[in-house]
């Protein structure tokens, strides 16, 4: 059986501690800046912070890894050098990297440090994640959420690294690090700045017949009814028309959580390593609750108990959840 | 314009589901009659349709090929399936020098045998490029969100490493890909069954606000802008930054006088103001942008005088 560790997200030193207290095997964060892809205001560590962060991990039997997963546009690299030779020098466990330029840049200088393949190198296939492996030296991937569970088994023994898969929070619809969306109605990439539907640009509308429209950039993105919770406007999980669907759909998919809870016994079966969870721009409460329910989860199925879950249904969006493409081919 | 005789113009794969009649059509005249010195040729977005038109892929070659431009054939962005890991691993053993990659498990089936790397690869920066270019790569095409100084500095670090380097100037922006077919859930279905519905669409299907603003354009599992991006304005300026190579995006219109458009614009035998008005009228009512370009949301057009 693998190691099933349990990865969270940690978007401040709060969190951060929250999560290690919680029975996180390790926390994944990022700097205050464009080189990682949760670059949202109010979150992540200054290099003080991510010192004082990396102790308390440490001091606690978890480890730290640290997001440098953006891409940097030319001209702007030594940004994503300088923060990855501050993660180096403060100790943390392993680098989440996406850009060639970067991991090629830490495995030179930073011999020995630990790569692993973020979801936004989107590698999906045996011979893309070997092409890391082997080039990179990259340890674990974070396998992109569009694959079956046979999918990953097979995966698995063709490739020299750990796998490591989501597991529960944001379902990501689109190929991540392939996806300018953000970009084109807002001008912040999410690639090059970190940037998924910035809260700056986000902009709720109130009709005079009750209802509510969420805009992004001035873009109507969803509408909702006057007993509707109105939801965040994210570009992937918005309603359109097309000719034949004048009545509005969601075209690419609804706002939903990705939960795989019940998955759990499968996935450590098919040989995933380790379960992240997403959510760094989530509350302290969040945190606590979702990391101490898996980690429960987890210790249950590997004593081969079965485990308890219906907690994580009350703190996904909107009570909607989906297992996504793990569970079947037909969500394609 | 700043015109230098070094620019080539190119035409990249289609990205549409158009039937292998109207390829071949589109081809031969694109072979006679289109002002571009290179031709990208293959199914970039959808593994399923590959079977349509790859047998006539030797026949279109060399009917560019007698039109003297040169063919380079494009790989899978998206592999996943092993019908489309063979595909790449098929394309990647080719002996020819002139194949594109937008897959890393292309990157890993060719080695360092010379090749081109695609728009789907995000070579954003000069230290990937540098990476790549010890890899085999021999050119590079941008990622078409990225801003005008983050080109200028990635094209000089490609031309200093004897790269071609290539952006898009015309058509539809990729935005995003996806394991999901938004053609077959528009319709009711899943990839597996989606009795190739993309085919009704020539030029991507419409998505509009529920407020009826144009907003994006659906191509199987492929998201696109709604409007065409056009960079004729700001060519002159990627030239002398040391954009080699310049990429026009197959759109549902007459690409060969939009070719001669581009190829006027840049002998300078057609004033800038003249030639965008002859672009605009064959785009009929389709919107242009060049937001990414000038660092803004991609879908605006900055004006001329204010991009300077």
Known sequence: MSLAELICPAGTPAALRTAVDAGADAVYCGFQDATNARNFPGLNFTPDELAASVVYAHERGAKVLLALNTYPPAGKVDLWRQAADTGARLGVDAFIVADMGVADYIARSHPGSRLHLSVQAAASSPEAIRYYCENFGVKRVVLPRILTIPEIREIRKEIPCEIETFIFGNHGLMVEGRCSLTNYLTGQSTNMDGVCSPASDVEYKRHEDGSMSSQLAGFTIDCFGSDEKAGYPTICKGRYTASHRPEGYYAFEEPISLNLSRLLPDLIDAGVHAFKIEGRQRSKSYVRGVVSTFRQAVDDIRAGRAANIADLVALTEGQKQTQGAFETKKWR | ?308
Request: charge should be negative; glycine fraction near 8%.
């Open chain 2, 1 to 308: 314009m700043a015109v230098s005789d070094m620019t080539k113009l190119t035409l990249g794969p289609i990205a549409y589901h158009w039937s292998a009649e109207t390829r071949r059509d589109f081809y031969a005249r694109i072979a006679d009659e289109a002002p571009v010195d290179e031709v990208y040729l293959g199914e970039v977005i959808c593994s399923k349709r590959a079977p349509f038109h790859e047998g006539d892929l030797p026949a279109t070659i060399e009917r560019l090929e007698r039109g003297g431009k040169t063919v380079i054939l494009s790989s899978l962005a998206e592999v996943m399936l092993k019908r489309e890991r063979k595909a790449t691993a098929d394309l990647a053993s080719m002996d020819s020098p002139e194949i594109e990659i937008n897959n890393a498990a292309g990157l890993f089936a060719r080695g360092k045998r010379p090749h081109r790397i695609g728009p789907f690869m995000n070579a954003y920066n000069e230290a990937t490029i540098a990476w790549m270019a010890a890899q085999g790569a021999t050119h590079v095409c941008l990622p078409a969100e990225m801003p005008g100084p983050a080109i200028a500095v990635a094209a000089a670090a490609a031309r200093d490493l004897g790269l071609g380097v290539e952006v898009q100037v015309f058509g539809r922006v990729s935005l995003a890909v996806s394991a999901r077919c938004y053609h077959a859930r528009a319709h009711g279905r899943t990839k597996d069954n989606c009795q190739f519905v993309c085919e009704e669409d020539a030029d991507g299907m419409p998505l509009r606000t529920t407020d009826d603003r144009p907003i994006l354009r659906v191509n199987g599992i492929q998201t696109q802008s709604e409007s065409y991006m056009d960079l004729m304005p700001e060519a002159g300026q990627m030239i002398a930054c040391g954009i080699t190579h310049l990429r026009l995006m197959p759109q549902a219109i007459d690409m060969v006088a939009v070719a001669t458009v581009f190829r006027d614009a840049l002998d300078s035998t057609r004033g800038l103001d003249a030639a965008e008005a002859a672009l605009r009228e064959l785009c009929g009512g389709t919107s242009f942008s060049n937001g990414f370009y000038h660092g803004q949301a991609g879908y605006r057009r900055i004006a001329a005088a204010a991009a300077v």
